[in-house]
């Protein structure tokens, strides 16, 4: 017997309002093993797009005519050698330049240095995916480029990648929720509201440098802001929720965003940089999850990424001052001798 499948139907619809028949979306995939190009073109196809190019890595790198950069760019590189990291930062410049989508697949250990060249086209960067994972930033890229459900398309998933589907759309509504409640938002139900709608409500006001505003008169009113707790303190902390997961099963307790602001906060306080690689080791979550939350706390103005003056290949990823004033509150609040969190 075979296995079941799901079906995700989209409606029909290949023209514009104004009658004009749109072209479908370009996309150029990059990898060197044959079987992935073909899998990848396969995906591509059923979702109503125009796989304009499926090539091998060299490609990418002797492309004089900047073919690479269409509307949307597949790039799978799981080990990078400098050459290809050059590549890769020429791809970034022009795809932000050009206003181009790009996924790029890796594995943990490129992770730093992939993630290090790719600094402007705000890529979506996954970490040994699964198709499912692909397919969820293929979503993703359609959604950015203002497309999603064009076309009428179908797309097939056995029980595996339907399963790992429906936790990755779980995790995504997750962020919404968890953002949503960080920033007070009365909605945290996720009811109706985007993603991209709980990180604007939660981003942090420009104009308010830290202070709180007078409600009568609606000037900034200066706080003194506490010092960060003890580095000390915050790595015990991190230490205990860590160990729930030698009693109970790891994830009942994911809470990506807190561990990662936790292990920032310590980070800051003892005056070190935190690698993205080590970030996501902290989250407690697979690195592609992380990344994403880690885009998302970026959006909502609570980290930073911060280049090494000396390696333009790495960069790192901070707390923004804002961030770390409220931790440090946070902190202030429930004292030393507070409640293990």
Same mark, same amino acid.
């Given at each position: 017997m075979g296995q079941s499948v799901t079906r995700f139907d989209y409606e029909d619809s290949?023209?514009?309002?104004?009658?004009?028949?749109?072209?479908?979306?370009?996309?150029?995939?990059?990898?060197?093993?044959?079987?992935?190009?073909?899998?990848?073109?396969?995906?591509?196809?059923?979702?109503?797009?125009?796989?304009v190019r499926a090539h091998t890595l060299g490609a990418l790198l002797d492309d004089p005519e900047d073919r690479g950069v269409d509307d949307l760019v597949l790039v799978d590189c799981p080990v990078v050698d400098a050459a290809e990291l050059a590549a890769l930062s020429r791809l970034d410049m022009l795809a932000a330049r050009g206003g181009a989508q790009v996924v790029v697949s890796t594995s943990l250990d490129s992770l730093e240095a992939v993630f290090g060249c790719l600094d402007q086209s705000q890529?979506?960067?996954?970490?040994?995916?699964?198709?499912?994972?692909?397919m969820i930033a293929l979503g993703r890229g359609l959604a950015r480029c203002? =497309?999603?459900?064009?076309?009428?398309?179908?797309?097939?998933?056995? &029980?595996?990648?339907?399963?790992? /589907? *429906?936790? %990755? !759309?779980?995790?995504?509504s997750e962020i919404a929720r968890t953002l949503a409640r960080l920033s007070g938002d009365g909605d945290a139900d996720g009811s109706g509201a985007t993603v991209e709608d709980k990180v604007s409500a939660f981003r942090f006001d420009a104009a308010d440098g830290g202070g709180a505003r007078d409600r009568d008169n609606g000037r900034l009113a200066r706080t003194i802001r506490p010092p960060l707790p003890d580095p000390r303190l915050i790595r015990r902390i991190a230490r205990q929720r860590q =160990?729930?997961?030698r009693f109970f099963q790891?994830?009942?307790?994911? &809470?990506?965003?807190?561990?990662? /602001? *936790?292990? %920032? !906060?310590?980070?800051?306080?003892?005056h070190a940089r935190v690698s993205v690689t080590s970030l996501c080791i902290a989250s407690g979550v697979p690195p592609t999850t992380a990344l994403r939350w880690i885009g998302q706390m970026?959006?909502?103005?609570?980290?930073?990424?911060?280049?090494d003056d000396t390696d333009r290949r790495r960069a790192f990823i901070a707390l923004?001052?804002?961030?770390?004033?409220?931790?440090?509150?946070?902190?202030?609040e429930i004292g030393t001798g507070g409640p293990v969190v």
């Amino acid at each position: 017997m075979g296995q079941s499948v799901t079906r995700f139907d989209y409606e029909d619809s290949t023209t514009t309002r104004s009658g004009r028949v749109r072209a479908p979306l370009a996309v150029a995939i990059f990898a060197d093993q044959p079987l992935l190009r073909a899998e990848l073109a396969d995906d591509v196809t059923a979702a109503g797009l125009c796989v304009v190019r499926a090539h091998t890595l060299g490609a990418l790198l002797d492309d004089p005519e900047d073919r690479g950069v269409d509307d949307l760019v597949l790039v799978d590189c799981p080990v990078v050698d400098a050459a290809e990291l050059a590549a890769l930062s020429r791809l970034d410049m022009l795809a932000a330049r050009g206003g181009a989508q790009v996924v790029v697949s890796t594995s943990l250990d490129s992770l730093e240095a992939v993630f290090g060249c790719l600094d402007q086209s705000q890529p979506d960067i996954l970490v040994a995916p699964s198709r499912a994972d692909r397919m969820i930033a293929l979503g993703r890229g359609l959604a950015r480029c203002g =497309l999603a459900g064009r076309g009428k398309r179908v797309r097939e998933l056995d &029980d595996e990648d339907r399963l790992t /589907l *429906l936790r %990755l !759309t779980e995790q995504v509504s997750e962020i919404a929720r968890t953002l949503a409640r960080l920033s007070g938002d009365g909605d945290a139900d996720g009811s109706g509201a985007t993603v991209e709608d709980k990180v604007s409500a939660f981003r942090f006001d420009a104009a308010d440098g830290g202070g709180a505003r007078d409600r009568d008169n609606g000037r900034l009113a200066r706080t003194i802001r506490p010092p960060l707790p003890d580095p000390r303190l915050i790595r015990r902390i991190a230490r205990q929720r860590q =160990l729930r997961a030698r009693f109970f099963q790891g994830d009942l307790f994911a &809470d990506p965003a807190w561990d990662m /602001l *936790l292990d %920032l !906060t310590a980070a800051r306080a003892e005056h070190a940089r935190v690698s993205v690689t080590s970030l996501c080791i902290a989250s407690g979550v697979p690195p592609t999850t992380a990344l994403r939350w880690i885009g998302q706390m970026t959006d909502a103005g609570l980290f930073r990424r911060v280049e090494d003056d000396t390696d333009r290949r790495r960069a790192f990823i901070a707390l923004t001052d804002r961030a770390a004033d409220a931790m440090a509150r946070y902190f202030a609040e429930i004292g030393t001798g507070g409640p293990v969190v």
